[in-house]
């Protein structure tokens, strides 16, 4: 059974800086894409990042470009979301979701493209 565990949310003031991490149990995605996703009070859940399985491309939403940093490391099943410079857009859940066949970047920012998802980390971030 595939789980994914997502750690490392809190409550911090806009500026500072978060890691997210996602610890996945239960197969290894070392070839397939990840992600994160997250989703504000009362919007849809929306695009964060997301790195590929077959050459580590990174993918952006244009929101978070230069302050957020997604990585994966293959040997431990885990992957993070560094976040710095944080403002009150970025409150929210965050979810990790990883993919069991597609590998690629260019889809990377639909949804639908993932497989398995966490139950997700409150973000928030005080102005």
């Known amino acids: 059974q595939v789980q994914l565990v997502e750690s490392g949310g809190g409550l911090v003031q806009a500026g500072a800086s978060l890691r997210l991490s996602c610890t996945i149990s239960?197969?290894?995605?070392?070839?397939?894409?990840m992600a994160w996703f997250r989703q504000a009070p009362g919007k849809e859940r929306e695009f964060v990042a997301a790195i590929s399985g077959n050459f580590g491309n990174v993918r952006y939403a244009d929101s978070v470009k230069g302050r957020l940093t997604i990585s994966r490391d293959n040997a431990k099943n885990t992957m993070s979301l560094q976040m710095n410079s944080l403002n009150s857009e970025d409150t929210g859940v965050y979810y990790c979701?990883?993919?069991?066949?597609?590998?690629?970047?260019?889809?990377?920012?639909?949804?639908?493209?993932?497989?398995?998802w966490g139950q997700g980390t409150q973000v928030t971030v005080s102005s």
């Open positions: 979701a990883v993919s069991s066949s597609y590998g690629g970047s260019a889809y990377a920012r639909e949804s639908s493209r993932y497989d398995y």
């Open positions: 239960g197969r290894t995605f070392s070839g397939t894409t």
